[in-house]
């Protein structure tokens, strides 16, 4: 861990808890799936809540498109294989449609994510920068959903059926730096502003062949993986490390004069 600027550690009760909380199926595999690795290995609880079943997605039949109604099916079982790879210990899919985030009333999803907030509890949630890493409408959509919720879930005025307010301890935005975008996006300014932002620099490097693993399998999605990763053809590299923005944090006083290299950092 890094040497902290004078700050009080959070105790937390109970092993700590982290939420991904993304748009489609392979998200949780193509980006942060070393970091859900590394701490699932550690025995930390990795939960990982998913916006829709993926039914838009192109996938990778070289006969033609797969039907939504059975697409939806298949990605959610490579999901499910992805998830026991990684370690992640519960999923869950709340079925939105897939590329159409954007048109729903946001009220009704935010309400549903505090509720499974509150209930669940984790100390950390995570969700997409405000880029959406690749200008995806359903990341950036989930993105300002899971950051009204992180902030709703110690509001004692937002009630929820049943459920007690609590305080997540941190909000991360997973991001990933403009010169690891070669194949994702074209837009390399507004992720160059995002690097500047970066906080936290999670390494990876014991956990890459579950990484590989988790993204293969998601075979719905060949065409994007020869694509993209250079271990399938594409033109990126595997990166080593993975990125976060630290976008909140209810510790207080709690500061580093250095990038922290740990989401658990202040807490204990």
């Known amino acids: 861990m890094n040497e902290a600027i004078s700050f009080k550690k959070i105790k937390i009760e109970q092993q700590p808890c982290i939420a991904f909380i993304l748009a489609h199926p392979d998200d949780e595999s193509f980006i942060p799936s070393g970091t ?9 609880k990795v939960i990982y ?20 109604d059975e697409l939806k099916i298949i990605r959610i079982n490579e999901l499910e294989r992805a998830c026991k790879i990684l370690g992640i210990n519960d999923l869950y899919v709340l079925d939105y ?36 890493i690749s200008n995806h409408k359903d990341h950036i959509t989930v993105h300002k959903w899971v950051t009204h919720a992180y902030y709703l879930c110690n509001n004692p005025f937002y009630k929820t059926e049943r459920q007690e307010i609590y305080t997540p301890v941190k909000l ?14 074209n837009s390399k300014e507004q992720k160059r502003y995002i690097d500047n932002k970066i906080t936290t620099i999670i390494n990876v490097t014991d956990y890459l062949e579950e990484k590989k693993k988790a993204i293969r399998c998601h075979q719905t999605q060949c065409f994007n993986i020869q694509r ?41």
Request: with cysteine; proline share 8%.
């Open 36 to 44: 859900i690795a590394k701490y699932s290995h550690q025995g930390i």
């Open 49 to 68: 809540i998913c916006a829709t079943r993926g039914e838009k997605g192109h996938d990778g039949n070289i006969k033609g498109q797969i039907p939504p």
């Open 97 to 132: 449609p897939d590329g159409h985030l954007n048109e729903l009333n946001p009220s009704e999803p935010i309400y549903r994510l505090v509720t499974f907030l509150r209930r669940e509890k984790p100390d950390i949630i995570i969700t997409f920068d405000p880029t959406g």
């Open 172 to 185: 991360y935005y997973l991001t990933v730096p403009s010169h690891h975008l070669i194949s994702i996006t």
């Open 228 to 268: 993209v990763f250079k271990f399938a053809g594409g033109m990126d590299e595997l990166d080593d490390h993975e990125y976060y923005i630290l976008a909140h944090c209810n510790i207080p006083g709690y500061a580093y004069e250095v990038m922290e290299n740990d989401l658990l950092d202040g807490i204990c």
